[in-house]
T-cell receptor
Framework: GAVVSQHPSRVICKSGTSVKIECRSL??????MFWYRQFPKQSLMLMAT?????????EQGVEKDKFLINHASLTLSTLTVTSAHPEDSSFYIC??????????FGQGTRLTVV | GESVGLHLPTLSVQEGDNSIINCAYS??????FIWYKQESGKGPQFIID?????DKRQGQRVTVLLNKTVKHLSLQIAATQPGDSAVYFC????????????FGQGTTLQVKP
């Protein structure tokens, strides 16, 4: 199946700093990618839809200035958590859909803000 | 986000038995459904999908059943193995929904040897 690579897999940062997470589709082009957040023992919550060449679409309650999304090419979307705080600590997961409807997921990024 | 932030229910089965995991979806306009398996610390892994014009689809050791009348989806795993232990999520989308997937609550499957 299609491969989606997410980097880094783990990151620890100090409170107040910013962290960038990359999501790449390795063997297909993705005009749309999705960013999810997952707290322990809970489901995935959609944060935003990343659109290549245009602004991301954020879900209700997600701060767009806090979670900056850039989708500059057909194979790369980035999520930057700005001025991170301990409550931003979570598991962040991206996904991309192929030409069909099937979505493939990255391996996730464990963010810990200390 | 639109998914429900509840703690995950757990299904415990004996190795070799069949497992049935259930999911209630929310949007009557959804026309494509997927089951994912998530192991600890990893991203979701595709298991099987089904479109709304079908009510059953079979894969290798897995079967998905769709009941649109009551908005219910189930995943059946035959001859459950220890490697099947994971969290299972159903996800829904509609062709008019920009392709975004909305995840259900999730179920933890524990396989006892």
């Amino acid at each position: 199946g299609a491969v989606v690579s997410q980097h880094p897999s783990r990151v620890i940062c100090k409170s107040g700093t910013s962290v960038k997470i990359e999501c790449r589709s390795l063997d297909f082009q993705a005009t749309t990618m999705f960013w999810y957040r997952q707290f322990p023992k809970q489901s995935l919550m959609l944060m935003a839809t990343s659109n290549e060449g245009s602004k991301a679409t954020y879900e209700q309650g997600v701060e767009k200035d806090k979670f900056l999304i850039n989708h500059a090419s057909l194979t790369l979307s980035t999520l930057t958590v700005t001025s991170a705080h301990p409550e931003d600590s979570s598991f962040y997961i991206c996904s991309a859909r192929t030409g069909g409807n099937r979505a493939f997921f990255g391996q996730g990024t464990r963010l810990t803000v200390v | 986000g639109e998914s429900v932030g509840l703690h995950l229910p757990t299904l415990s089965v004996q190795e070799g038995d069949n497992s049935i995991i259930n999911c209630a979806y929310s949007n009557s306009a959804s026309d494509y459904f997927i089951w994912y398996k998530q192991e600890s610390g990893k991203g979701p892994q595709f298991i099987i999908d089904i479109r709304s014009n079908m009510d059953k689809r079979q894969g290798q050791r897995v079967t998905v059943l769709l009941n649109k009348t009551v908005k219910h989806l189930s995943l059946q795993i035959a001859a459950t193995q220890p490697g099947d232990s994971a969290v299972y999520f159903c996800a829904e989308t509609s062709s008019g929904n920009t392709g975004k997937l909305i995840f259900g609550q999730g179920t933890t499957l524990q396989v006892k040897p």
